[in-house]
């Protein structure tokens, strides 16, 4: 958390970043070393980042070099992967050192995710051996966990000090502390037993000691929760932070409400992806290489591929109905792609309703219910103007039976499109899956095998083939 | 924010959640009314107003009404608004004023939009004065702006206090201030001027005034900034608030950052409804009644039925063909449905990536030119699987022409697919609208014309008809 760093004033901060970066580059191909500190100075470390980022590459490592060393690691800590390990690979050893040394637990662990395991073990070696020990401790936990998010610095207090022993030892330790509104209340075996936040010290007279102020009862996570989850808890109880407890109920870290804001952002951006059918691994989709998004799209692809073979074999099968009534091939598109599109609604509300837990109150059965009604007043709708649009096509000779045949195949197939598309997230939960990947071109693929078999039996049984 | 009423030390929330709502349930139907109060003594407000949610309406009241004062504030503000409408319905004058002359101005604006114009005038006249400004200073702003969910109550405080004097006034002033970390120091005329944080006062000099301590350059935002941009400023800098200022620069609010989680979630559900072709409007889907629901989904329908209604009239104007080769109807889907799913890809990360700002640093040519070049690779792997399955298909009778037009379509139509998924979002907001309108849908429709016009004039080239 960072607040007394807040520095530009001015509405427009998106124009006045762009000139930040642009100005950047023409100082540093003037050799303006002078001029660009005088340009950085009040710029916040998240906006000289990305001017950084936006450097021809070998620009990045001079402008970085011109930093103070308390703001370089403000400024490494918000850089892409991609240019940290740039930069990491450039850095001359002690620079290693003193920036990585220097980072939060919580920020380096990310960064040895990404980089080379030799060059995470010849980095972690250099390290100082309580910086060595708080970034192992976070990689010993597996990604999206509270334990991968957390961060080890935080104030641990013991119960006897008195306020104003507390305000003393803050004053001392706040600059190590990533959050200092909450402090942390521990017995001698450093397991949580109460939280005292900076406003209760304020209103509390200097003498009282931590045990009569302290909040006991409160809301911890353990190390193995998941990230999604802890963000829900922070999110429903409006907390600033939250203690992350071992498995012997030990304090080892807290999580923030700025970290959960990240959380959740990357979660909606791995439903969005879902249900766009594209895999996500966390990383920056424009940053990967072409490789990276293909391998990442054809799965689906492939998968989408052979149902739709399905499809076209169904319709393949069909090639007597198809020589006499030419004209029924006409229908496909409207009858598969509206299908689809009631379906994808049908599961997109549903997998959003999931996620942000506000489905939670009415039962699987009772949504299914509500979704197939809606689908046939839709299907009704839309049913009716098929009908009298495929009696007006020209190619069908205003054939009532044929213009008929697609309208109750619409109806039908709308029906069965919302009911699956509500259902199947649900069964996907209950076999443990993400609901998410219920895409929407996964519901659009499955719903054409549906659509095609209902019309092309309609259309049989009306037409008496 | 709340800090001192975390109270239950429980893993597994849910259930016991669950066991809280049933036992309520329970306790109400056997008129025990001191065990409700003992049931619900450690249970957040947050899980109170589930609990109540779930009770049948005519015991809503009762339940509400054995909470003590302060709590019933709480709990009324995390209320879903159905159910406090119906509880402010139910009350007596002398409750009314009780509960929304306390509640926070920014949600009792939220429940004002939801009340009826007349419930809503007859409150206003029975609030106390300087409520009823807050109210209406809020309401006053348009929805989903900065005014909109600002808080007024913040601590504004002028420069030449010392902090020995600040740490008095905030003893005396924190009950009523939402947050109260940092504090807003003003000049004459309400003009903001600079920031303290409690952490400020903690760490500087009794006798040290505000003016020396104080940080001068502040981030600040108008009150007709968008709620999102808002929220991406407070993530961005890692923010615990911002303050919200008039158009002469007047201090009249802060922006916390719990309401700043909802707004992004909120924003993610509305991305996400677009991407599904499912219109918003902020309300739950799942609380709707089935004719909004119907409504917020037929016009998208329609549209699409139109654009379905284009690629029917191509394939019917087609008959030529298809009376002399019925077998070309069988790889419509297949070609309509991998250009749609392929499209969606595209659309769905330049859709997201605009709306997190993660695109930023490529601008569109780039973007689409990698889209073009993923999409024809996906196009080769695919083409190749898909003449092979046509090949073998026993109604193509191993035509390799059929094959062949069918493979080369469907690598046309995945790099024409990419193309329109990346370039129409990018189109969308340079028309100054919403990105997210190029739904899945919407590509899949787009792309079936585009399809089935690509398919059937290869298929003319090469089958020489």
């Not at 045949?405 to 699956?420: D, K, R, Y």
């Amino acid at each position: 958390m960072s607040e007394n760093t807040v520095t530009v004033k001015n509405d427009s901060r998106h124009e006045l970043r762009e000139l930040v970066s642009s100005q950047l580059q023409i100082l540093l191909e003037q050799n303006n070393l002078e001029g660009v500190k005088a340009l950085l100075l009040p710029v916040q470390p998240v906006d000289i980042a990305e001017a950084i980022e936006s450097l021809p590459s070998q620009m990045q490592l001079i402008a970085f070099r011109l930093l103070n060393k308390t703001e370089a690691i403000d400024v490494y800590e918000h850089l892409d992967y991609t240019v940290q390990q740039s930069l990491i690979e450039q850095f001359k050893r002690q620079e290693v050192i003193d920036i990585v040394d220097k980072m939060s637990p919580d920020d380096r662990a990310h960064l040895f995710d990404e980089l080379p395991a030799s060059v995470v073990s010849r980095i972690l070696e250099q390290l100082s051996p309580e910086e060595r020990q708080a970034t192992n401790l976070i990689l010993g936990y597996e990604e999206d966990t509270a334990g991968r998010i957390m961060t080890p610095e935080y104030i641990s207090l013991k119960q006897n000090l008195t306020v104003e022993q507390t305000l003393e030892k803050i004053r001392s330790l706040a600059p190590n502390s990533e959050l200092v509104y909450y402090m942390y209340v521990v017995d001698q075996s450093r397991h949580l037993v109460g939280i005292v936040s900076l406003r209760d010290l304020v209103l509390h007279e200097p003498q009282q000691t931590l045990e009569n102020i302290m909040t006991k009862d409160v809301i911890y996570v353990k190390t193995d929760m998941d990230q999604e989850e802890v963000a829900r808890l922070i999110q429903r109880y409006d907390l600033l932070a939250l203690p992350v407890v071992d498995k012997e109920l030990r304090l080892v870290g807290i999580v923030t409400v700025d970290d959960v804001i990240d959380v959740l952002e990357q979660e909606a951006t791995e439903d969005i992806y879902a249900l766009g059918a594209v895999s996500s691994d966390g990383d920056n989709y424009f940053q990967t290489n072409l490789f990276t998004v293909a391998r990442r799209r054809v799965t689906w692809l492939l998968v989408l591929l052979l149902t739709n073979t399905v499809t076209g074999s169904i319709i393949g099968a069909q090639e007597d109905v198809l020589t006499q009534v030419t004209v029924l091939a006409a229908f496909i598109p409207l009858l598969i792609g509206t299908g689809g599109n009631i379906g994808t609604q049908s599961s997109t509300v549903v997998i959003r309703g999931l996620s942000t837990d506000e489905i939670s109150d009415l039962g699987p059965a009772k949504v299914v219910f509500r979704e197939a009604i809606a689908g046939l007043l839709l299907g009704l709708i839309l049913g009716l103007l098929a009908t009298i649009w495929a009696y007006f096509l020209p190619q069908t000779d205003k054939n009532i039976i044929v213009s008929l045949s697609v309208g109750i195949s619409l109806i039908a197939i709308s029906t069965l499109a919302s009911i699956s598309g509500s259902a199947l997230p649900f069964l996907f939960r209950r076999l443990g899956l993400d609901p998410a990947l219920m895409s929407a071109p996964f519901i659009t693929t499955a719903v054409d095998v549906l659509g095609v078999l209902i019309y092309f039996n309609i259309a049989r049984l009306m037409l008496g083939i």
